[in-house]
T-cell receptor, first 114, second 114 residues
Framework: ETGVTQSPTHLIKTRGQQVTLRCSSQ?????VSWYQQALGQGPQFIFQYYREEENGRGNFPPRFSGLQFPNYSSELNVNALELDDSALYLCASSQDRGKTGELFFGEGSRLTVL | AQSVTQPDIHITVSEGASLELRCNYSYGATPYLFWYVQSPGQGLQLLLKYFSGDTLVQGIKGFEAEFKRSQSSFNLRKPSVHWSDAAEYFCAVGEADSWGKLQFGAGTQVVVTP
């Protein structure tokens, strides 16, 4: 089975720019969760998409937005980038909002904001 | 609000020695507890989970964890570590109907010496 893939793996942006990160979920999974992992920290939940609808959001401002497509792949968009947005962004896919208790993580997209 | 504390930022252990990683949680109801491992350049991988029942949980790669409600702890153990166990370990707590939204601890970095 195909695992979770994320793109791009690394990118550099400047303050005020916008970025789009992409995630292909594992085959058979209909739920995607996004996490931000700052250097030296644990992942923090941004939001989750289940069957193309947002299904829960963490403590992140509205400039963090997302989409889920009919094939259950997903995008994370961040507008008006700030220096503190520099982090590893992790996508995790699961079945039915993760009810089995296992999230399958991609390797992440490392964003650097200068 | 739920929270997770991993008191040890960094642990060094000799190959073949035992390992115990501490995790304390704060949560009002019965928590759903997880341990994930993150190797360099890799996404997070689930080691084990506790939902209910037997408080001693067996996971992959020879790891186990014990849920102690009285101490609000969910410590991870391995009797004999291998060099390949060097990684960062994250404890996480979730709640029913919000499975994909996990609260992670800050992580414990494990270094294995020959």
């Amino acid at each position: 089975e195909t695992g979770v893939t994320q793109s791009p793996t690394h990118l550099i942006k400047t303050r005020g720019q916008q970025v789009t990160l992409r995630c292909s979920s594992q085959s058979g999974h209909n739920t995607v969760s996004w996490y931000q992992q700052a250097l030296g920290q644990g992942p923090q939940f941004i939001f989750q998409y289940y069957r193309e609808e947002e299904n829960g959001r963490g403590n992140f401002p509205p400039r963090f937005s997302g989409l889920q497509f009919p094939n259950y792949s997903s995008e994370l968009n961040v507008n008006a980038l700030e220096l503190d947005d520099s982090a590893l962004y992790l996508c995790a896919s699961s079945q039915d909002r993760g009810k089995t208790g296992e999230l399958f993580f991609g390797e992440g997209s490392r964003l650097t904001v200068l | 609000a739920q929270s997770v504390t991993q008191p040890d930022i960094h642990i060094t252990v000799s190959e073949g020695a035992s390992l115990e990683l501490r995790c304390n949680y704060s949560y009002g109801a019965t928590p759903y507890l997880f341990w994930y491992v993150q190797s360099p350049g890799q996404g997070l991988q689930l080691l084990l989970k506790y939902f209910s029942g037997d408080t001693l949980v067996q996971g992959i790669k020879g790891f186990e964890a014990e849920f102690k409600r009285s101490q609000s702890s969910f410590n991870l153990r391995k009797p004999s570590v291998h060099w390949s166990d060097a990684a960062e370990y994250f404890c996480a707590v979730g709640e029913a109907d919000s499975w994909g939204k996990l609260q992670f601890g800050a992580g414990t970095q494990v270094v294995v010496t020959p």
